[in-house]
């Protein structure tokens, strides 16, 4: 006979918190269980399966899922399901079929324990006290997911990533400017919706080049451990879907665009979030997306989350990027002609956001602002502002809620984060080095018959065996060697326009000084790119310089390095910030020499002074530099090509102008708008200060030693700040992360530490190791029973006092993030003979010091003999403890309709003036609401420990 039959109701060992279980389907392997309460399903082995019988005797007391209590006479079994017989409150007699039972149900496991004599060690109920209060504050804690990286706290990408992390299935472009951190602000996202249960499932689309750089960051920031999927890793699952077979997977863009079947495979696999990194290579024409774009619109409608990283937004022209955003909200995004009109309109916005920064206000601006915020909230904020007994502080309260308003009901404000150098500190300049060569003669042809990549990488076009000899007539390469000698013991990235050139140099470079500088292109395997990169970044060993092709280097981090060497101009401006960002990003500890060497009278420097002085691109990034580009880019090849000086001085001068027009104008209006979404400043530094807060290294090293104690995990300090982790040879569970094998790992509590020390793991209160240990300790009954001995002259000998924990419970499914609203709280108490409760005078840090230990003989002994009184006091505590329930409930409610509520209405005002929001995120919100009351109205206390103490 099978052990389980459907109808039946079992309990989960491992995650008690998802409620009573419903058997659906058991075969010879396997067992289907459905939490009704927590919405969740769970197939188990049917040899492992961590569950446990819920069966009720004689005179137990339980509930009927409508609510009402019976109190149980007997039992009977009908093939395999239990009938309660009994009678109701009213003394009515009736019977309850188990799968009737209340789906919230929970077991006082602590008294039972106790009574039948199974008691634990008086360090353990401690650590169970603790453990429960620690949870207690995470659980409370507005900040979760964003605490727990090993980061340093950078206020706009914590504002980001909380902003987006808080919304339901977030669809948003992250545009900071290269090397502001967007992989970092993605990661920061995914694990908080991760920890909070929102997503379980998330694939990551990256350039092929980036798979292994996104890998090592999203364990080493973040602890997720991704599978990098290639053609040969999905080859091992032949006959099923291999994307299903991992919850966090890491694929390339050309794995899906080179393998329609695997493309398939990956829209069927059913994500909660997809990232795409590079978004910019996402081409779109009206006429014909490109295969990338396709590829990656086909995985974003089936998947309710999606982030989209690109630092060049506009690379490939307006029209992409208005797809990319299409791709985020199709609904709201489907007129190329209407996004031009609208983004043409951002700078009354701008405006309005401005004026009400001023002290007053004329009556001309109030009227414009009552035109752009017609919704009766903003007007009834505009009609504060104009009363003259509103207060100064009413007053400033109305401005900033109206700012707020203004940037949330209008642009693409919440669709779009854009951080730029203006608006983060920190950043190091940039200095410009040209130095000005002369042409050789080999490359006049080519350059006077090609186009304008002929002018700007001549040796490219060269015929046959040139292509690998250019270097010894090729002034630049001489001026490299000049460079090296003056700048070896300082890094320098050169990046060139091909992968030919680039393996050219090198080779030139070896031959030439015997330094076996890497040539890192798209030809190499992503392991030998890895390594060359390793390579490189090794201080002592590694080469002075590393040789580039454009796509070799994209997304890559070389901020150790301190000079970049242009060694031909690219053909977009896009592509030149591109190449600048390699080194001026997050993490660069010094101003980044740029060094151009260019052919004197040549297009090359054209081209130079284009970007120069026409969009001063080298000094910093240029906001108008894609819409000049779009402007002038023909135009410009036109005079390259045609070596027209006139035409080449007309268009140098125009883009001038323009440029300073088109920045006014964008720095006006839209820069404007995504500015100010892109960060507010308050908030974001009220997150640092939260976090800052959160972090207690002490704190959380003195609690992960008494667990450590506890469980048998070795600890060895190997400094003031970090500790080796190993295995103890009676480890209570063996299931702890990273102690599956002798070696152990090293981490610190510090995040300061961790920054700098790689090989340090950074412990916050959010590493998979504390939690797993969190769990093992709250989820089992280890410490929930516990006698002890007084030694106090303040009572009469033989005194008994019992001490109770308990919390509160709510079966909930995890995305609903419950303990926001209600924290599963540690209500103690401390009940004399009498029944009193001593717990606000004796508080537990004070008592528990001056408690010792009993033989577990004599504690036995203990709860024989006190066995009535013991009783007695354990249900009084659970009486206490319920009198707070329906405190605890009403204030729970009011805090989730405080939280939620304004939420729900604020969507719904924005919706009705800003498109952009989704119906399904209304809906979403509508039915948190409702499913988070319908949980708190069925909390439950759940006594969690009880210490019988004996005074001596
Ligand atoms: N909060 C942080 N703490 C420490 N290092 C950080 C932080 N944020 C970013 N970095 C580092 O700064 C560099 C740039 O960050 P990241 O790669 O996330 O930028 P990006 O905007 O994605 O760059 P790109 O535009 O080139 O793709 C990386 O080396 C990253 O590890």
Not at 306 to 326: D, N, V, Y
Request: glycine share 6%; proline share 4%.
């Amino acid at each position: 006979m099978l052990p389980y039959i459907p109808g039946q109701r079992w309990i989960s060992d491992a995650e008690t918190d998802l409620g009573l279980g419903t058997i659906l389907t058991c075969d010879e392997r396997s067992v289907t269980v459905l939490f009704p309460a927590s919405g969740e399903t769970r197939v188990y082995s049917v040899r492992t399966a961590p569950l446990t019988r819920v069966a009720f005797a004689e005179g137990d007391q339980i509930e009927h899922h409508e609510g009402w209590l019976m109190t149980v006479d007997s039992v009977e079994d009908d093939n395999g399901l239990l009938i309660y017989l009994g009678r109701r409150a009213d003394g009515s007699e009736t019977e309850m079929g188990e799968s009737l039972l209340s789906n919230h149900i929970r077991f006082q496991k602590a008294k039972d324990r106790l009574l039948t004599g199974q008691i634990d060690r008086n360090d353990w109920f401690n650590l169970r006290y603790r453990t429960l209060q620690k949870k207690d504050q995470q659980s409370r804690s507005a900040i979760q997911g964003l605490s727990g990286a090993r980061m340093a706290l950078i206020p706009h990408q914590l504002y980001i990533a909380n902003t987006v992390a808080s919304r339901y299935a977030p669809r948003v472009l992250l545009a900071d400017e290269v090397g502001l951190g967007k992989t970092v602000e993605a990661g920061l996202i995914l694990h908080q919706q991760l920890l909070t249960g929102r997503a379980d499932r998330i694939l990551i689309i990256v350039p092929e080049s980036l798979q292994n750089q996104w890998l090592v960051e999203m364990l080493r920031r973040f602890n997720l451990q991704f599978s990098l999927y290639d053609y040969e890793r999905c080859a091992q699952y032949p006959g099923k879907n291999a994307f299903e077979q991992a919850q966090l997977v890491i694929c390339s863009l050309e794995l899906l665009t080179d393998h329609p079947e695997l493309h398939q495979q990956a829209v069927s696999a059913e994500w909660d979030m997809l990232v795409v990194d590079e978004a910019h290579h996402l081409e779109w024409n009206e006429e014909a997306p490109g295969a990338a774009y396709s590829c990656v619109e086909s995985l974003a409608q089936d998947t309710p989350g999606l982030l989209l990283l690109t630092a060049t937004p506009e690379q490939l022209g307006k029209s992409s990027h208005f797809a990319r955003l299409r791709l985020l909200d199709p609904e709201r995004y489907n007129s190329f002609a209407e996004f031009e009109q609208e983004e043409a309109q951002y700078q009354p916005i701008a405006e309005a956001l401005d004026k009400l920064e001023q002290d007053s206000l004329s009556a001309g601006d109030i009227s414009a602002l009552r035109d752009l915020l017609p919704e009766s909230d903003a007007q009834a904020l505009l009609d504060l502002l104009t009363q003259t007994e509103s207060d100064e502080e009413q007053k400033t309260s109305a401005r900033q809620q109206l700012q707020n308003q203004l940037l949330d009901r209008h642009g693409t404000g919440r669709v779009l984060f854009r951080n730029t150098r203006d608006t983060v500190t920190g950043f190091k300049q940039r200095e410009l080095h040209t130095h000005a060569l002369e042409l050789p003669s080999q490359y006049r042809a080519p350059m006077n018959q090609g186009g304008l990549k002929a002018h700007l990488s001549p040796e490219s076009t060269l015929p046959g065996i040139l292509q690998d000899t250019w270097c010894e007539f090729d002034p630049r390469f001489n001026w490299l060697l000049d460079h090296i000698r003056d700048y070896g013991d300082e890094k320098t990235l050169l990046i060139c326009h091909s992968a030919g050139s680039a393996m050219t140099l090198s080779n030139a470079l070896k031959e030439a000084t015997g330094i076996h500088a890497p040539a890192f292109h798209e030809g190499l395997s992503i392991l030998e790119r890895d390594r060359a990169a390793a390579w490189f970044a090794d201080h002592d060993a590694g080469p002075p310089v590393l040789i580039c092709s454009e796509i070799g280097s994209e997304g890559r981090n070389f901020q150790f390095a301190r000079h970049l060497v242009l060694f031909d101009l690219p053909a977009n401006p896009d592509l030149l910030e591109q190449r600048i960002g390699r080194l001026d990003r997050i993490g660069q500890q010094h101003d980044i020499q740029i060094h151009v060497p260019y052919f004197t009278d040549t297009g090359q420097e054209s081209m130079l002074q284009w970007y120069d002085q026409g969009l001063n691109a080298f000094a910093a990034p240029c906001p108008a530099a894609s819409a000049l580009f779009a402007e002038f880019g023909e135009t410009l090849e036109k005079a390259i090509v045609s070596g027209k000086d006139d035409l080449l001085k007309q268009t140098l001068n125009e883009t001038t102008e323009r440029k300073t027009i088109l920045n006014a104008a964008m720095q006006a209006g839209r820069d404007k708008l995504l500015e100010r979404n892109a960060c507010r400043p308050d908030i974001a530094a009220s997150l640092v200060d939260d976090i800052e807060q959160q972090d207690d290294p002490d704190a959380l090293f003195k609690w992960l030693e008494d667990a450590m104690n506890v469980f048998g995990v070795n600890s060895e300090e190997t400094s003031a700040v970090s500790w080796h982790l190993t295995p103890g040879e009676h480890m209570l569970n063996g299931d702890l992360p990273g102690l599956d094998s002798e070696e152990g790992f090293s981490m610190t509590t510090y995040r300061d530490v961790a920054l700098v020390r790689e090989e340090l793991q950074f412990f916050s209160h959010e590493h998979p190791f504390v939690l797993a240990l969190q769990d093992q300790i709250i989820n089992s009954e280890l410490g929930n029973s516990a006698v002890s001995l007084f030694k106090t002259k303040a009572l009469p000998e033989g005194t008994l006092l019992l001490e109770v924990i308990a919390s509160v419970n709510c079966s909930a499914p995890k995305h609903l993030h419950i303990g926001r609203y209600l924290p599963p709280g540690t209500l103690r108490f401390l009940l004399d003979e009498r029944g009193n409760n001593l717990a606000a005078k004796v508080g537990f840090d004070g008592l528990a010091p001056k408690l010792s230990k009993l033989k577990k003989a004599t504690a036995r002994e203990v709860v024989k003999l006190r066995q009535e009184q013991i009783r007695t006091l354990a249900d009084k505590a659970e009486e206490l403890a319920n009198d707070h329930l329906p405190t605890l409930i009403e204030d729970a409610q009011l805090k989730m309709q405080s939280l939620l509520y304004p939420e729900l209405q604020r969507i719904k005002a924005l919706k009705e003036v800003n498109p952009s929001v989704r119906d399904i995120e209304v809906k979403a919100l509508e039915m948190e609401y409702l499913a988070a009351a319908d949980a708190i109205e069925n909390a439950r206390i759940t006594i969690e420990g009880i210490r019988v103490i004996v005074t001596a």
